[in-house]
Antibody, heavy 119, light 111 residues
Framework: QVQLQESGPGLVKPSETLSLTCAVS?????????WGWIRQPPGKGLEWIGS???????YYNPSLKSRVTISVDTSKNQFSLKLSSVTAADTAVYYC????????????WGQGTLVTVSS | QSVLTQPPSVSGAPGQRVTISCTGS?????????VHWYQQLPGTAPKLLIY???NRPSGVPARFFDSKSGTSASLAITGLQAEDEADYFC???????????FGTGTTVTVL
């Protein structure tokens, strides 16, 4: 059973960098599939942040591209998200998820972690 | 602001059928990109409901089915049950934005 678990600070100060990690169990990231990050501000809709295939460069939502970095550590079977220069608008539940290679849909999701940007 | 528009809410009595629309444009649904649907129960992560060409993951009942026409897509739920109370989101790809995009979301209420 594929499982994903996000971890990281729940509170980040404005202008600082948000850092989250997604630990994957039950499937090896380097075996295939795409992986990605999606966020959801409280009470609002979903926003795709970026995705990657383990052997390729990540690709990002153009609206966030200048501030986002996704990296992968296949030895630990985990991947990370860094979002720089955060503001209150970046307050959201952040999800990591697995994306199909055939479709653009996300079939396995982490439980999500709330990150609040506040001083 | 999402480029895929959904009605904020729909409701129906148990056993009835409800339909959720997802309205896009020529750069996403109208361009032929696949539409996927998710169900999000309160306080939980989204769950994939339908993907690609009307495929349902294992365990998703056949009461959920989708359709697509022009620049819009729809999710129908037949035989509405109390457990179907949730938020529903559509998702597609937008070539103008070069990004995966989600709908604004619809809350389904079972009366």
């Amino acid at each position: 059973q594929v499982q994903l678990q996000e971890s990281g600070p729940g509170l980040v100060k404005p202008s600082e960098t948000l850092s989250l990690t997604c630990a994957v169990s039950g499937y090896s990231i380097s075996s295939g599939f795409y992986w990605g990050w999606i966020r959801q501000p409280p009470g609002k809709g979903l926003e795709w942040i970026g995705s990657f295939y383990y052997s390729e460069s990540p690709y990002y939502n153009p609206s966030l591209k200048s501030r986002v970095t996704i990296s992968v550590d296949t030895s630990k079977n985990q991947f990370s998200l860094k979002l720089s220069s955060v503001t209150a608008a970046d307050t959201a539940v952040y999800y990591c998820a697995r994306r199909s290679t055939s479709w653009d849909s996300f079939d396995y999701w982490g439980q999500g972690t709330l990150v609040t940007v506040s001083s | 602001q999402s480029v895929l528009t959904q009605p904020p809410s729909v409701s129906g009595a148990p056993g009835q059928r409800v339909t959720i629309s997802c309205t896009g444009s020529s750069s996403n649904i109208g361009a032929g990109y696949d539409v996927h649907w998710y169900q999000q129960l309160p306080g939980t992560a989204p769950k994939l409901l339908i993907y690609g060409n009307s495929n349902r993951p294992s365990g998703v009942p056949a009461r959920f089915f989708d359709s697509k026409s022009g620049t819009s897509a729809s999710l129908a739920i037949t035989g509405l049950q109390a457990e179907d109370e949730a938020d529903y989101f559509c998702q597609s790809y937008d070539s103008s934005l070069s990004a995966s995009v989600f709908g604004t979301g619809t809350t389904v209420t079972v009366l």
